[in-house]
């Protein structure tokens, strides 16, 4: 696959006249109900856009990016309270399933589309202007999630597609500058069983951790399986998982890892939203083998994220031998937002998951999230929702 090193300019557009003022109003209205449920539930924020949202990426509590449909992606460097969205003028049909940003100037996004639909762009003046890095030119390719260690390494995961001798393998690309992706060879990975593919719902179907070169991804449709990768997608491993799986429509949709031993799988049928699952498991051994929670009633789970904050607090406390006087002081091992069509499970075990709703309190539905540095989750959804559980 060639590379293209296009640049294009980003077109900022706010809506205008009428509708926005509708569109404030009812925003405006959706702030005092935030306000009404009190300092722990979500709080809503002005997108000024009605874009389907699915990526987002919180790089501090002030600067943040989010990415949508029709070439859309938004940026805020004031906490939320000013969201600025804007589009690649050459990306109008593409769908940005993934952002993955570094600052307040530099950000990649990621299309999610059969084909040349496929694509990553890059900035480093705040979407000024858009280097187009990488086209998918397999007209079977299609690109599901992305992930970075930091601005120069990262990871893009596509549905599988046949190899020079028929195989099935999934497609895996690697950066090692932040400007330059190469292929992973087809003979490095497993072979994908039939039926078996990646949920671009949340661009969270692949994981990462910051301090090793493990990589895992999770799958769906006929098999609900999770690849690892211990040495940077040179060689793999690929352990069955309870999750539900069977319809193309079911299967793991979301997976995360606190360190390289301990993380977490969600998903279930996104056409059987109300289903109670198998829908949500744990691993200890990084990936090896999975457990069933214990939780119920579940539902189907579009994306789950570690809270940033208490879980490098739960590090250094593991790491000095101060765990048990971390415990001491109430802050909990791990916090996990795990997060359904229209709530969000705030859940610090061994305690029950808090329900915050966002459907029947605030009128909006959530699809990804992204954990805050600082503790906390901003979350995306259909028709430009944004909000923020602390």
Not at 20 to 49: C, D, E, K, N, W
Not at 58 to 73: D, K, L, M, N, P
Not at 165 to 182: A, H, V
Not at 378 to 390: N, Q, R, S, T, Y
Request: aromatic share 10%; proline share 5%; charged share 20%.
């Amino acid at each position: 696959m060639g590379i293209s090193a296009n640049r294009y300019t980003g077109r900022r557009f706010l809506l205008s006249g009428g509708f926005l003022r509708q569109f404030l109003m009812r925003y405006l209205l959706l702030l005092v109900a935030a306000t009404a449920v009190g300092q722990s539930g979500p709080r809503v924020q002005i997108s000024h856009t009605t874009e389907s949202l699915r990526g987002v990426s919180a790089v501090s509590r002030e600067i943040a990016w989010a990415s949508g449909t029709h070439g859309t992606y938004l940026r805020t460097i004031d906490g939320g309270l000013t969201w600025t969205p804007g589009q690649i003028p050459d990306a109008l049909t593409l769908d940005f399933r993934a952002v993955v940003a570094f600052s307040a100037d530099e950000a990649f996004l990621m299309s999610a589309g059969p084909g040349e639909k496929s694509r990553i762009y890059h900035t480093s003046d705040a979407g000024q202007h858009w280097q187009l890095q990488f086209t998918n030119t397999n007209p079977k390719g299609f690109f599901d999630s992305m992930a970075f260690w930091d601005s120069k390494h990262g990871v893009v995961l596509g549905d599988p597609v046949p190899d020079e001798s028929g195989k099935l393998k999934f497609e895996l690309l690697l950066t090692d500058d932040g400007q330059n992706w190469r292929v992973v060879p087809a003979a490095q990975l497993p072979a994908a069983m039939d039926g078996e593919g990646a949920f671009a719902a949340s661009n969270t179907c692949i994981a990462i951790t910051a301090a090793t070169s493990d990589i895992w991804f999770a799958t769906g449709g006929k098999v609900a399986r999770v690849f690892h990768s211990s040495d940077h997608g040179q060689t793999w491993q690929v352990a069955d998982t309870p999750i539900v799986h069977g319809p193309e429509s079911a299967g793991i949709f979301s997976i995360a890892f606190r360190d390289a031993a301990h993380g977490v799988i969600a998903g279930g049928d996104y056409k059987h939203p109300n289903e109670d699952g198998p829908n949500l498991a744990f691993t200890d051994d990084g990936g090896k083998t999975w457990t069933l929670s214990g939780l119920r009633p579940l539902a189907y789970f579009s994306a789950v994220a570690y809270d940033r904050r208490v879980n490098e607090a739960a590090i250094r406390a593991r790491g000095t031998g101060d765990e048990k006087k971390t415990r001491m002081k109430a802050i909990p091992s791990e916090r996990i937002f795990i997060i359904g069509q229209d709530f969000v499970f705030d859940f610090r075990p061994p305690n029950d998951p808090r329900r915050i709703s966002g459907k029947k309190k605030l009128g909006i539905a959530f699809n990804a999230g992204s954990g805050y540095p600082e503790g906390g989750l901003l979350v995306v959804g259909p028709k430009g929702a944004i909000a923020v559980i602390p």
